[in-house]
């Protein structure tokens, strides 16, 4: 993500980025997670706290994972109202599911789209996404991994990846751009000149896929150069609903710098968020969970050793070969708890874990709901196993084993 916000740009080397020139912002990062991707959401809250504190204006998140927590909502809406700036991304399940922290209001929720500018399909979709941003094949720079020239596989690497992730960081790196023009500008100005100006796509105006449109730094920069900084904003409502169009200013605030035009739809890749006069932050984010019409499940993997080689997936049933709608691996500690909660819509889903070391007594799995707690499968760790579930509701589950013998339906 740092790449895609702020790599040195016209020095011949690797990728540019939507902030090209270094000395019109700086990063701080903040590491809610460890190096493998894993982390909590106390951990992630933690990373971001932090980085309000240490002078960020603007919080790039793209990670998510977790379910809607009345803790996390109220600190984030503290930092938001603090004046500091907090975008996520909206999630890769490719489903309507809410994914956390970006469908918290007071954080803009960002979609994903490809080069044509045409919806990603595993971008979340739902009342929360704000704004859309390149989010397929994105170039960016790798975290070294080592010191510089110690041949470290990923030592001063590049790569192109695709998921909201990615997305995140261009609308991190835009906002930081128009701020740098504009710093009179609070960070609610800013959201709302992000949003106003982003390019419709879609269906006529806001919709559920692409949020206001995709992101344009150019449109932005000309809103505020119209309106100025004075105009009345909306406060924190998310999605669809954070807009309030002001009119034009009578005097608008003086240019700095030439205008500055959008970056190419293949930009660069993944995480934290900078900006201008002040400086930006790389926090953490956090995923789907139950509100709307989905179930809240929660997966519990209890291991006891070869907790690294044990692993799950949830699929649709009736596609097996197909992506996972959700996975967990990585498991690294051995007598430790581990728990990931996720947001399936209403339909027939197998859940397979697996554990390559083919030993017994290696630990425990369950899935339950998350309202209420009530478990629907549990077993022993200990080579490969499948289940089949299907969702009605919340109060109706229905459960087979891997023979097709009913286990389990309805509470």
């Keep these: ?17 939507v902030n090209p020139d270094p000395s019109k912002f700086s990063f701080f990062i903040g590491k809610g997670l460890t190096n493998s991707g894993s982390g909590s959401s106390s951990g992630v809250l933690q990373a971001v706290e932090t980085c309000k504190e240490s002078g960020a204006n603007i919080i790039s998140m793209s990670l998510g994972g977790g379910g809607f927590s009345t803790v996390a909502n109220s600190t984030y809406a503290s930092i938001y109202d603090a004046g500091v700036l907090i975008v996520a991304a909206a999630g890769n399940a490719g489903t309507s599911a809410y994914s956390y922290p970006a469908s918290y209001s007071s954080i803009m929720s960002v979609a994903a789209v490809d080069s044509n500018e045409n919806r990603a399909s595993f971008s979340q979709y739902n009342d929360q996404v704000e704004i859309a941003a390149p989010g397929v094949g994105v170039k960016s720079t790798l975290p070294g991994q080592g ?18 992730s990615m997305a995140c960081p261009h609308v991190a790196g835009v906002a930081a751009l128009v701020w740098s023009h504009f710093p009179n500008c609070s960070n609610k100005h800013i959201r709302q000149a992000l949003i106003a100006s982003a390019r419709d796509k879609g269906a006529a105006g806001c919709d559920r896929l692409f949020g206001h449109g995709i992101v344009s730094a150019q449109g932005a920069y000309d809103y505020l150069k119209e309106k100025g900084c004075n105009f009345e904003v909306v406060e924190a409502q998310g999605g669809c609903d954070q807009f309030h169009d002001p009119p034009p200013s009578t005097t608008p605030p003086p240019i700095t710098q030439p205008p500055i035009t959008q970056p190419p ?28 019409s989905c179930v809240g499940i929660s997966v519990d993997i209890a291991t006891v050793s070869h907790s690294s080689e044990i692993s799950w997936s949830i ?4 596609n097996p070969l197909g992506d996972a709608i959700a996975s967990g691996a990585g498991f690294t500690q051995h007598d430790a708890s581990y728990n990931q909660n996720e947001c399936l819509e209403a339909g027939v889903y197998s859940f397979s874990i697996s554990d390559d070391s083919g030993s017994t007594g290696t630990g425990t799995y369950k899935l339950s709901l998350v309202n209420g707690g009530k478990v629907f ?27 097709g013998n009913s286990v389990l339906s309805g509470f």
């Design 1 to 17: 993500c740092a790449g895609t916000i702020g790599a040195i740009g016209k020095n011949g080397k690797g990728v540019t980025s």
């Design 147 to 164: 010191l510089p020239g110690d041949g470290s596989p990923r030592d001063g690497s590049y790569a192109s990846w695709s998921g909201t």
């Design 377 to 403: 499968i549990e077993g022993q760790l200990g080579n490969a196993k499948e289940h089949v579930f299907g969702f009605v509701s919340q109060d109706t589950v229905h459960v087979t084993d891997s023979c």
């Design 315 to 318: 699929k649709h049933f009736l």
């Design 265 to 292: 739809s293949t930009p660069p890749t993944p995480v934290p968020s900078p900006t201008p006069s002040k400086a930006p932050v790389v926090a953490p984010v956090v995923p789907p969970s139950p509100p709307g």
